[in-house]
């Protein structure tokens, strides 16, 4: 964890890992494999692909205690998964933990090129402002595939349609303002 006690990049897949075996239905055990993709699956729709999201090992939670094969089958057969008992304190410990405020630096960046587009000249500033485009429209994108991938999920399916909604204004918005460079 970060000094303030919220969450790091690597903590975040970690609490989606440990999150989907807690969730999933125990009576159908969800193998290795198959939470591998849905960590991937869910972690690049929300955040776009990162390498840095990307690269925890669900094999390091099994050495760490989180998660174990049951009936001890090793990980590299894609045997199916538990949750220990460590690993359920580790869920309650990484959901619990505090939000960092304003940490989305993709929207200081944002701020900082809107607050200083009047230094470039008209093709730069339109470069620019496509870029945001092409970046919320990506986004978008991903939430909607997200969106789509859902079953009964409703309090994430409804966080989704609102961001969804968001996004789909700032797109109107900044489009509307393109017109005006």
């Not at 849905?38 to 840095?52: N, T, Y």
């Not at 760490?64 to 089958?73: D, F």
């Not at 990506?138 to 409703?154: P, Q, Y």
């Amino acid at each position: 964890m970060f000094a303030d006690n919220t969450l790091t990049p690597r903590e975040a897949v970690r609490l989606c890992a440990l999150g989907l075996l807690a969730s999933h239905d125990q009576s159908q055990p969800i193998h290795y494999g198959q939470l591998a993709g849905e960590v991937r699956h869910f972690i690049s729709r929300m955040a776009g692909p990162q390498i840095d999201l990307m690269g925890a090992s669900i094999e390091l939670l099994r050495h760490e205690g989180l998660i174990a094969a049951i009936g001890g089958v090793g990980m590299e057969d894609d045997s199916p998964l538990s949750l220990t008992e460590a690993g359920r304190k580790e869920l309650h410990h990484l959901l619990t933990a505090r939000l960092r405020p304003g940490s989305d630096l993709s929207r200081l960046i944002v701020a900082l090129k809107m607050r200083f587009l009047h230094v470039l000249n008209a093709d730069e500033k339109q470069a620019q402002v496509d870029l945001m485009i092409d970046g919320i429209e990506g986004e978008l994108a991903r939430f909607i595939d997200l969106r789509g991938s859902l079953g009964a999920e409703s309090t994430l399916g409804d966080w989704l349609d609102h961001e969804i909604s968001s996004l789909e204004s700032r797109l109107d918005w900044l489009n509307n303002f393109c017109r005006t460079l």
